[in-house]
Nanobody
Framework: QVQLIESGGGLVQAGGSLRLSCATS????????VGWFRQAPGKERVFVAA????????AYADSVKDRVTISRDNAKNTVYLQMNSLKPEDTAVYYC???????????????????WGKGTLVTVSS
């Protein structure tokens, strides 16, 4: 069993930065592709970024691709989401999800993920 625990959210002013972490307890994360998603108030959950299980490939939503970097440290069973130049429209609950040996294309859909975290709230003030 893999439990995903997100952290690093908080309140930040527009233009600021945050680094979110997705850590596991239990089984190691190294065989899982991991994605980040976000859900703004009153809206559906959407894809933000994903990283392959080996860490060599990544994918980003168009809305964030110039401001966000996803990375992973398999030795620490942690995936990171560095977010820069934050905007008020980035305000959302951010979730990570793990997909065993998943592809980036599959992670983008958010369907059939093996595990989800409970989310961390990011609030960007104007």
């Amino acid at each position: 069993q893999v439990q995903l625990i997100e952290s690093g959210g908080g309140l930040v002013q527009a233009g600021g930065s945050l680094r979110l972490s997705c850590a596991t307890s239990g089984r190691a994360l190294n065989m899982y592709a991991v994605g980040w998603f976000r859900q703004a108030p009153g809206k559906e959950r959407v894809f933000v970024a994903a990283i392959s299980w080996r860490g060599g490939n990544s994918a980003y939503a168009d809305s964030v691709k110039d401001r966000v970097t996803i990375s992973r440290d398999n030795a620490k069973n942690t995936v990171y989401l560095q977010m820069n130049s934050l905007k008020p429209e980035d305000t959302a609950v951010y979730y990570c999800a793990a997909d065993l040996l998943g592809t980036l294309e599959h992670i983008r859909t958010g369907d059939g993920m093996d595990y989800w975290g409970k989310g961390t709230l990011v609030t960007v003030s104007s």
